[in-house]
């Protein structure tokens, strides 16, 4: 079992940056990607970021390419989101999220989840 812990979130105006971390511990050797994902009220939960741990390799939705940043501390097992330029149409709920998969941005892929963290942008 993989267990994660997010931090960080909580209330911006527009164009403000939040930072969100997401740690990991458990059998963590047996996951390579950590993605973010978001769910606003009554809709389906998107698919923000993804990072691979090996590689470094980095994957965004295009609603957040240029704005939101995804990184990784591989010795604190610790995926990070750093976002930047935010918009209201960006409050929902965040989500980190671990497995193997190469089906990185499909959340029902992924069978580790964080406990989720608001984040809220006003106009």
């Known amino acids: 079992q993989v267990q994660l812990v997010e931090s960080g979130g909580g209330l911006v105006q527009a164009g403000g940056s939040l930072s969100l971390s997401c740690a990991a511990s458990?059998?963590?050797?047996?996951?390579?990607?950590g993605g973010w994902f978001r769910q606003a009220p009554g809709k389906e939960r998107d698919f923000v970021a993804a990072?691979?741990?090996?590689?470094?390799?980095?994957y965004y939705a295009d609603s957040v390419k240029g704005r939101f940043t995804i990184s990784r501390d591989n010795a604190k097992n610790t995926v990070y989101l750093q976002m930047n330029s935010l918009k209201p149409e960006d409050t929902a709920v965040y989500y980190c999220?671990?497995?193997?998969?190469?089906?990185?941005?499909?959340?029902?892929?992924?069978?580790?989840w964080g406990q989720g963290t608001q984040v809220t942008v006003s106009s």
């Open positions: 990072i691979n741990w090996n590689s470094g390799n980095t």
């Open positions: 458990g059998r963590t050797f047996s996951t390579y990607v």
């Open positions: 999220a671990a497995d193997s998969t190469p089906y990185y941005s499909n959340y029902r892929r992924y069978r580790y």
